[in-house]
C-alpha cells in the first residue's frame, strides 16, 4: 500500500497540530495504522497506534495530548496533537500493517513519506 502524509509544520510550545496520512491499494478498514516519529540523533519511537475497530493505543509521552483517529471511508488516519511541547519536535510517519495496530514499527511494512514537526519554546 501507498502512505501520503500532510499536515505538519511549525507550532509554538501549547498549540496543536494535526497531520492526516491517507492510505491507497488496499482495503483500509483491514488494516492497523500507526504513528511513530524520530527526532534528530534519536531513534525512532512509537507515538500510537489504532487498530482497524477502535482500540488505540499511546506511548506514555503523548497520552492525553494526542489523540488518533481513522475515517475508514476516507481511508485516512489522524495524529490530532494538543498541547505541544518543544520535546515533540520529530519527524512524523504514518505506517500500516495487517490486523491490529502494534508499538513495533518493524510489524508495519508500509510507511509514509515522513513529515516535519518543530515545536519553538
Known amino acids: 500500500g501507498q502512505l501520503v502524509q500532510s499536515g505538519g509544520g511549525l507550532v509554538q510550545a501549547g498549540g496543536s497540530l494535526r497531520l492526516s496520512c491517507v492510505a491507497s491499494?488496499?482495503?483500509?478498514?483491514?488494516?492497523?495504522m500507526g504513528w511513530f516519529r524520530q527526532a534528530p540523533g534519536k531513534e525512532r519511537e512509537f507515538v500510537a497506534f489504532?487498530?482497524?475497530?477502535?482500540?488505540?493505543a499511546y506511548s506514555d509521552s503523548v497520552k492525553g495530548r494526542f489523540t488518533i483517529s481513522r475515517d475508514n471511508a476516507k481511508n485516512t488516519v489522524y495524529l490530532q496533537m494538543n498541547s505541544l511541547k518543544p520535546e515533540d519536535t520529530a519527524v512524523y510517519y504514518c505506517?500500516?500493517?495487517?490486523?491490529?495496530?502494534?508499538?513495533?514499527?518493524?510489524?508495519?511494512?508500509?510507511w509514509g513519506q515522513g513529515t516535519q514537526v518543530t515545536v519553538s519554546s
Open positions: 489504532i487498530s482497524w475497530g477502535t482500540i488505540t
Open positions: 491499494g488496499r482495503t483500509f478498514s483491514t488494516y492497523g
Open positions: 505506517a500500516q500493517k495487517p490486523g491490529r495496530g502494534s508499538v513495533l514499527g518493524h510489524e508495519y511494512d508500509s
